[in-house]
């Protein structure tokens, strides 16, 4: 989407003078250039809406920027709202990138920055995230907005913020903009670009599916306000310093399963601080503390169960007070000492809250999510490290607190490598996996080097499918129901898909514009075949194609989908698709891709997958943040939840990986902060693990005895086998 935006800047470069009121119009314009060429320095706050309309379905996309420039070559761009957000800080040498969510940072050339502003939309991330009217800074601005050939005219003027300003309308063939600039100021107030019969004419130009889709309603809007202009600006802002817990990277959006190393986990020794106390005196240094059992607990006042959290640490505090050997700390993050330090008194709370206030020590302990808790034995080893407020947090503390009081290291507990309660670990191959899947008694791991390793379900690699392929995901299926005999593999935002036999051999490619954002397979028409379900990047929606590539159906009344299922959710023979926009609702599409309702659950969804329990419907499990937290429900077939649990924070525990064990009624739920879920279909926890790294995948595989084991893995632990225990030693859920 963006690169068409891009491709309109270029093209503003064209007009004719042809009559008294033009000539108005392009004095106000030129007026206005001339006036941002000698600006020595700019910064304002700019709100973006991009608005999609596709089949009646509208889409927003919204940012909030802080923008700082000093010419000729300084600036910082930060977007403090938006998908994920981003900082883009100039030196005048350097130019750094620096992706908060993702702690990484990319250093460039000052001369790649408008490549990287303007073209740079390989990735469903970064859409929206960059602002038109820094063009004007750019070294080529003259060629943006003053052009002989480009149509301009008054179209009246307009009161913004209490001042009034002109409306200008530019045209040339089939784009339309609008630019309101400040009568007084001659300062640029609002930008309103209509790109729908652009994108049309972009759309006449491509493949015949292209051609076949729906025209698209297309609107941008960019607004500018607090503006300042050549005052004193500190060189500070133009000054990057990474962030404690942030890692360099060629390249932003590479790899994404690998997490930054280098913080103190389980087995190893905690890290030394010392922090000033928000309600008891002095400060507290942990080496200090040590010769205890002590619960270090990251804290955010803010959160919406903040008072909750504070009510379950009491609670710990009043169950093992007797206990001389027990220690409770909560430490308060950067700008709440106010808000810490209020909740505090008004719950009375006698431990000591620590107040962090650089978050030098939280980037130490690699805090990305609140609550995260360290439990650390007597003996300084940190034993167990819970990330999120979920249910039945206070009765895995509880255990861990009562069996480390006894004398007992949790790592040595039966069969326990990682953080776990109610499986217990079978075997390890630290073998990396950007995707895993299982069939029967066999295991296979996608490689970062494309390749497919074949295992067995002890965990020896038996073969490798030499792919020599930069795909990075993987789906096991075959041409008949039921029937795994190939795989299907592509990269996130990739514009290929390819089918590769089980013997490594590829049988096809499939091309597609925008990128591939996900796939599923499913018998849609009810002949006993498989088509494939593509969630597609950008406008080209969802599409449908058989197990010959040749394209079957496609739907763009979806932006950017996602993630996409199928399952019988009407009760007839043929499934339902499920399909998750970036506006956080879930579409249903019948079988042959019309649109057959949606689901608005009151959060936003990025995660939705249908399982099949063996009702006569199937159910469907949907993740999204609502306020502070990350929520998963089970839903009927209607939308309707049958009961929900928190997963941890708000998108960091966003769901990864979702799936059914082959015989129970249970679901595998694995995140993005590596925690593994495991519910029955009533919702109850039957069991749980924490693992190290990011992104965790999750699936079954048989045990050889009419059992199945579950698989964990990802690109910082390889795999994992766990054994499900219901046995009077194992832990059985929350009561």
């Not at 007009?15 to 006036?35: D, S």
């Not at 103190?264 to 008891?280: A, C, K, R, V, W």
């Not at 990864?656 to 029955?680: E, K, L, M």
């Amino acid at each position: 989407m963006r690169r068409y935006i891009a491709v309109f800047i270029l093209l503003l470069s064209s007009g004719a003078a042809c009559a008294q009121e033009e000539a108005r119009a392009r004095q106000i314009l030129a007026r206005t250039l001339e006036i941002y060429n000698n600006l020595t320095t700019y910064q304002d706050t700019t709100d973006t809406i991009m608005t999609l309309v596709s089949q009646g379905i509208e889409n927003k996309i919204s940012y909030e920027y802080e923008t700082y420039i000093k010419k000729p070559d300084k600036f910082y761009i930060k977007n403090t709202s938006g998908l994920l957000g981003r900082t883009v800080v100039s030196d005048g040498n350097k130019i750094w990138v620096y992706q908060p969510a993702l702690k990484r940072y990319m250093v460039m050339d000052p001369e790649a920055i408008e490549d990287f502003l303007a073209v740079n939309t390989e990735n469903i991330f970064t859409l929206g995230t960059e602002q038109f009217l820094i063009g004007l800074f750019m070294k080529d601005k003259d060629s943006i907005m003053l052009d002989d050939q480009l149509s301009i005219s008054i179209a009246g003027e307009e009161e913004i913020d209490g001042a009034i300003s002109y409306v200008l309308n530019m045209k040339k063939e089939k784009l339309d903009m609008k630019v309101k600039i400040d009568k007084k100021s001659g300062h640029i107030r609002m930008i309103t670009l209509n790109l729908s019969d652009f994108m049309e004419q972009m759309m006449a130009g491509a493949g015949k599916e292209e051609q076949d889709m729906p025209k698209p309603e297309i609107l941008y809007i960019e607004s500018h306000s607090g503006i300042s202009v050549n005052q004193a600006i500190s060189d500070s802002y133009f000054k990057f310093v990474p962030p404690p817990d942030s890692s360099k990277v060629a390249n932003i959006y590479e790899n994404l399963n690998k997490s930054p190393a280098g913080y103190p986990y389980i087995g190893e020794p905690f890290t030394d601080f010392q922090l000033g106390s928000l309600n008891t005196r002095g400060s507290i240094k942990l080496s200090e503390e040590t010769g205890s059992v002590i619960i270090l607990a990251f804290w955010n006042a803010k959160d919406s169960y903040s008072e909750d959290f504070l009510t379950f640490m009491k609670k710990l505090n009043t169950k093992f007070r007797r206990e001389k050997e027990i220690k409770i700390i909560l430490i308060a993050p950067k700008g709440q000492a106010a808000d810490a330090g209020n909740l505090t008194k008004k719950n009375k709370v006698t431990f000591p809250v620590l107040y962090d206030e650089d978050n030098s020590v939280s980037g130490t302990y690699g805090v990305a999510t609140y609550p995260t808790i360290f439990i650390i034995g007597k003996k300084g080893a940190i034993q167990q490290i819970y990330t999120g407020y979920f249910d039945g947090l206070q009765e895995m503390v509880e255990k861990d607190i009562s069996m480390l009081l006894e004398g007992i290291d949790l790592k040595d507990v039966e069969g326990s490598t990682v953080q776990t309660k109610g499986i217990y670990i079978q075997w390890n191959v630290p073998v990396k996996t950007s995707d895993l899947a299982a069939d029967k008694e066999e295991i296979f791991s996608f490689g970062p080097a494309g390749n497919i390793n074949i295992l067995t379900n002890r965990g020896s690699i038996k073969d490798t499918l030499r792919l020599k392929s930069t795909a990075r995901r993987m789906l096991m299926s075959g041409t008949e129901a039921g029937r795994r005999d190939s795989f299907i593999i592509y990269r996130p935002q990739g514009t290929d898909i390819s089918l590769v036999s089980m013997k490594g051999k590829k049988l096809w490619d499939y091309s597609i514009r925008l990128g591939i954002n996900h796939a599923e397979t499913a018998d849609l028409d009810g002949d006993g075949r498989q088509e494939i379900i593509l969630g597609l990047n950008g406008l080209e929606g969802l599409r449908v194609i058989d197990f010959d590539s040749n394209t079957v159906f496609q739907s763009t009344r979806i932006a950017n989908a996602a993630n996409v299922s199928a399952g019988n959710l009407s009760g007839d023979r043929l499934p339902e698709i499920t399909a998750v926009s970036n506006d956080g609702i879930v579409y249903i599409l019948d079988s042959s891709g019309k649109p057959a309702g949606q689901i608005d659950d009151n959060m936003l969804t990025n995660y939705a997958k249908i399982i099949d329990f063996g009702g006569k419907y199937c159910n469907i499990f949907v993740s999204g943040s609502s306020g502070d937290s990350e929520i998963l429900k089970m839903l009927s077939n209607d939308g309707k939840a049958s009961w929900e649990v928190i997963l941890g924070n708000s998108y960091n525990s966003r769901v990864t990986s979702i799936t059914r064990h082959p015989v129970n009624n249970w679901v595998a739920i694995g995140t993005a902060d590596s925690q593994v879920f495991v519910f029955d279909s009533a919702g109850n926890m039957l069991a749980y693990a924490r693992e190290k790294g990011m992104n965790l995948l999750v699936d079954w595989v048989g045990a050889g005895t009419g059992e199945y084991n579950l698989l964990t893995a990802n690109m910082d632990l390889g795999i994992n086998c766990y054994l499900i225990t219901e046995s009077e030693s194992g832990w059985k859920g929350p009561e």
